[in-house]
């Protein structure tokens, strides 16, 4: 298996041989193409659009359609999926599914989505796990090592890359960035019964978010692995953390907090994780 996924080398193919724009041009179609199916994918799943498209821009545009221009595309196709997974269509799953995974290998961790059940979440699970792996984070448990010699070539590859990027570092697991998004995520899931009958789609973008917040904490011996991985799940909170608003009987007061939440993650971006190389 090539290290470079065929729709990579497709778009730079045509980029660089026939419109003679190696860089620009490539940068600007995995954006517009990123961008495109986060819009759908918001129109679709928000309840609050302006205020999915405030989040969307403060804290994932910057990263993934300028920096990580082919996980940008992919996590953008994992966020599109969700509709399938809910109308349990396999096939038009699996289609976007492929085309993720034409964009970046590493969506190929989407596919399991398909098996969530959309309609039940037993909460206490999810916070029974958040409890273990918190412990597996204090352990300094690093499970990329564990796939160090794994004997498919890619695998094998990217695990040394992601040991060579952060063996020297780990996630801070309690850093303000993380607890933000975690306390949200907690609050929401405090009223699953009245959020879930405003937004049919709450119950499973809420299990994408923990499975968000669950690999930074496995992964968080691995700065790179950890925060790859989380990040791609994570694209889900441009959609569902504007559920807060239905928290609230004072809107606006809801509204001017996502806007300083908002506010934060677009500062933390640029001022203390614009230095972290992936």
Same mark, same amino acid.
């Given at each position: 298996?090539?290290?470079?996924?065929?729709?990579?080398?497709?778009?730079?193919?045509?980029?660089?041989?026939?419109?003679?724009?190696?860089?620009?041009?490539?940068?600007?179609?995995?954006?517009?193409?990123?961008?495109?199916?986060?819009?759908?994918?918001?129109?679709?799943?928000?309840?609050?659009?302006?205020?999915?498209?405030?989040?969307?821009?403060?804290?994932?545009?910057?990263?993934?359609?300028?920096?990580?221009?082919?996980?940008?595309?992919?996590?953008?196709?994992?966020?599109?999926?969700?509709?399938?997974?809910?109308?349990?269509?396999?096939?038009?799953?699996?289609?976007?599914?492929?085309?993720?995974?034409?964009?970046?290998?590493?969506?190929?961790?989407?596919?399991?989505?398909?098996?969530?059940?959309?309609?039940?979440?037993?909460?206490?699970?999810?916070? /029974?796990?958040?409890?273990? @792996?918190?412990? #597996?984070?204090?352990? =300094?448990?690093?499970?990329? !090592? $564990? &796939?160090?010699?794994?004997?498919?070539?890619?695998?094998?590859?990217?695990?040394?890359?992601?040991?060579?990027?952060?063996?020297? /570092?780990?996630?801070?697991? @309690?850093?303000? #960035?993380?607890?933000? =998004?975690?306390?949200?995520? !907690? $609050? &929401?899931?405090?009223?699953?019964?009245?959020?879930?009958?405003?937004?049919?789609?709450?119950?499973?973008?809420?299990?994408?978010? /923990?499975?968000?917040?669950?690999?930074?904490? #496995?992964?968080?011996?691995?700065?790179?692995?950890?925060?790859?991985?989380?990040?791609?799940?994570?694209?889900?909170?441009?959609?569902?953390?504007?559920?807060?608003?239905?928290?609230?009987?004072?809107?606006?007061?809801?509204?001017?907090?996502?806007?300083?939440?908002?506010?934060?993650?677009?500062?933390?971006?640029?001022?203390?994780?614009?230095?972290?190389?992936?």
């Amino acid at each position: 298996i090539t290290t470079i996924e065929p729709a990579f080398s497709i778009i730079a193919f045509i980029c660089r041989d026939i419109f003679k724009q190696p860089v620009l041009l490539l940068m600007s179609v995995f954006a517009v193409l990123s961008i495109i199916f986060k819009t759908k994918a918001i129109k679709i799943y928000s309840s609050f659009i302006f205020i999915s498209f405030l989040l969307y821009t403060s804290d994932f545009l910057l990263l993934h359609d300028y920096i990580q221009i082919r996980t940008g595309v992919a996590s953008a196709l994992m966020l599109f999926s969700i509709q399938f997974i809910k109308k349990r269509n396999f096939k038009l799953f699996f289609i976007v599914f492929c085309c993720a995974v034409s964009f970046h290998y590493s969506a190929v961790l989407m596919f399991p989505l398909y098996f969530l059940n959309s309609e039940k979440i037993k909460i206490n699970n999810y916070i /029974y796990l958040l409890i273990v @792996f918190y412990i #597996f984070a204090f352990l =300094k448990f690093n499970p990329v !090592i $564990l &796939l160090k010699n794994f004997p498919i070539e890619y695998i094998n590859v990217k695990v040394n890359g992601y040991l060579n990027r952060g063996e020297n /570092y780990s996630a801070n697991i @309690f850093s303000a #960035f993380f607890l933000s =998004k975690l306390i949200i995520t !907690i $609050l &929401l899931s405090l009223r699953i019964n009245l959020l879930s009958g405003k937004n049919s789609y709450f119950i499973l973008m809420l299990k994408i978010q /923990y499975i968000s917040l669950f690999t930074l904490l #496995f992964f968080s011996q691995n700065l790179a692995a950890s925060m790859r991985i989380s990040e791609f799940f994570g694209v889900i909170e441009i959609v569902l953390f504007p559920e807060v608003i239905n928290l609230f009987e004072e809107k606006h007061l809801a509204r001017f907090f996502l806007l300083f939440l908002a506010s934060f993650w677009f500062c933390m971006r640029i001022f203390v994780y614009h230095n972290i190389s992936w």
